[in-house]
Every structure is written in C-alpha cells, then in structure tokens.
C-alpha cells in the first residue's frame, strides 16, 4: 500500500510530466545530478579541510608525557643543539636570534 511520501513524490513527478513535457525531465534530472555532484564535492573539501586542520596541530591533541618537566631554558638549549648553534657563552636573546635565523633558513631550502 502506498504511504503519504510516495503519493508526494508520483504527483511531483505527474506534475513536472506535464509541465514541462517528457522532453524536458532527462534535462531537469541532469541538472539535479550536477547540482548534488556539486555539493558533494564541496562537502568533501570542507571535510578535508576541517581533518587536515586537525592534523597540523598535532602537539595540542597527542601530548606524551615526559618523564620531566623541562623549563624554557633547557628547551632553548635542547633546540639550539638539535639545530648546531654553539650555546656556550650567549644569552637567552642571542640563543632565540640564531635559533630564529637559522630555522628561517632551513624553511626558505
């Protein structure tokens, strides 16, 4: 037996039959496949967009535990040597300026 949507849904197409005639309907359904590939494909780069900002900030969402805690200046000393920057006799400032510099480097390679 037929429900309320399917009588809905044979009138909606009774009506665009003849409205427009046969001719039109392969043109009507044409145009409702484009305009739904146009929305899916917008979906699928918004959710694209929204998991690849997810995924650049990875240090807020996964944080590992250490096993203690290190101050500013031990992370300084730590980045400064990881990238070759002597530390020995500099301070804090200096360490920040070479570290900024030399990082702006091996982001313009």
Known sequence: MLE???WIIIG???IVVIMWGPAKIPQFARALGQ???E???ASKEFKDAANSDLSARPAEVAVTP???IKTKDEMLLETAQKLGIPTEGKTREQISEEISVK???LGAE
Do not use: L, M
């Open 66 to 68: 250490s096993p203690a």
């Open 103 to 105: 990082v702006k480097i």
């Open 4 to 6: 309320g949507w399917e």
């Open 35 to 37: 305009a739904k590939g």
């Open 12 to 14: 909606v197409v009774a």
């Open 39 to 41: 929305f899916s494909k």
